[in-house]
């Protein structure tokens, strides 16, 4: 059974701080990851994805990939109260025919 | 663009009663998926379809039929509705497989 494995929280982190969320996935072979934000009542929406091991920023963002490990992780700089919510990495088996996968989600808490 | 479409938003089912949660995307994708997402937890997979004519179960699947008989629809079928169906119920779809899921407003169903 392939699986995402997410610390489900709280995290709670000052103001200004920096959030790390973190992933493991258990299907070696997967080629693409995604983390989504999800607030409390919505549905999910994408924030980053990323296919390569090493880092993509965007913005206040960092996506952090370790193929070897099957680690994937999620930087949040300057974090701010709206950032507060719950985040879900994904995984794509990358096998023709198969869904992707979602870990259980991380839910963050920013205090002002 | 509507993107995903989800109907009803909001539904109460008393026991042993079926209905139809419908899902419709206007984005061409190959990949449609139905979710659901019980109070803080995340989202598990019910089914989902590469294709029109081919669906496959996930890790949920008892208690609901799809089918895909378009690329454009996805509906899921509750059948002999159980209190342990009341969840919120997301449908998704991307194309191809390792691009980002859009997902729909979600169907929050009660079982009483």
């Known amino acids: 059974q392939k699986e995402v494995e997410q610390n489900s929280g709280p995290l709670s982190v000052p103001e200004g701080a920096i959030a790390s969320l973190n992933c493991t996935y258990s299907d070696r072979v997967s080629q693409s990851f995604f983390w989504y934000r999800q607030y409390s009542g919505k549905s999910p929406e994408l924030i980053m994805s990323?296919?390569?091991?090493g880092d993509k920023e965007d913005g206040r963002f960092t996506a952090q990939l370790n193929k070897a490990s099957q680690y994937v992780s999620l930087l949040i700089r300057d974090s701010q109260p709206s950032d507060s919510a719950t985040y879900l990495c994904?995984?794509?088996?990358?096998?023709?025919?198969?869904?992707?996968?979602f870990g259980k989600g991380t839910t963050l808490s920013v205090s002002s | 663009n509507a993107g995903v479409t989800q109907t009803p938003k909001f539904r109460i089912l008393k026991i042993g009663q079926s209905m139809t949660l419908q899902c419709t995307q206007d984005m061409n994708h190959n990949y449609m998926y139905w979710y659901r997402q019980d109070p803080g937890m995340g989202l598990k997979l019910i089914y989902y379809s590469v294709g029109a004519g081919i669906t496959d179960k996930g890790e949920v699947p008892n208690g609901y039929n799809v089918s895909r008989s378009t690329t454009e629809d996805f509906p899921l079928r509750l059948e002999l509705a159980a209190p342990s169906q009341t969840s919120v119920y997301f449908c998704?779809?991307?194309?191809?497989?390792?691009?980002?899921?859009?997902f729909g407003q979600g169907t929050r169903l009660t079982v009483v």
């Open positions: 998704a779809s991307n194309k191809p497989q390792d691009t980002e899921a859009f």
């Open positions: 994904a995984v794509n088996p990358n096998q023709a025919g198969t869904a992707l996968i």
């Open positions: 990323i296919y390569s091991n």
